[in-house]
């Protein structure tokens, strides 16, 4: 099992930014792309980012320019760097990690998801 455990999140005014950091542990053999969702009450889970182990990222457009994924493979860790925070932000953001076993089998895995409350 894969544990995925959120943090960052919180309350911010527009234009504010935030960083979420998104940890795995646990029987890891290999993490493979890995991403950020978001859930605001009323609307479908959205994804915001991803990215591979590799590097190479995807946004969603209505974030692109504005937050930046990351990821340290040494630390099981993704990063979502939130800049230029906008109202329709506020969400509960959740981790998404891909896992991979020694017999090359893929297993999805989700956080709990942290709190995002964009508002002046």
């Known amino acids: 099992q894969v544990q995925l455990v959120e943090s960052g999140g919180g309350y911010v005014q527009p234009g504010g930014s935030l960083r979420l950091s998104c940890a795995a542990s646990?029987?890891?053999?290999?993490?493979?792309?890995m991403g950020w969702y978001r859930h605001a009450p009323g609307s479908q889970r959205e994804l915001v980012a991803t990215?591979?182990?590799?590097?190479?990222?995807n946004y969603a457009d209505s974030v692109k320019g504005r937050f930046t994924i990351s990821r340290d493979n040494a630390k099981n860790t993704i990063y979502l760097q939130m800049t230029s925070l906008k109202p329709e932000d506020t969400a509960a953001y959740y981790c998404q990690a891909a896992h991979v076993d020694s017999g090359l089998r893929f297993s999805d895995y989700w956080g709990q998801g942290t709190q995002v409350t964009v508002s002046s």
């Open positions: 646990g029987s890891i053999f290999m993490l493979d792309a």
């Open positions: 990215i591979t182990r590799g590097g190479r990222t």
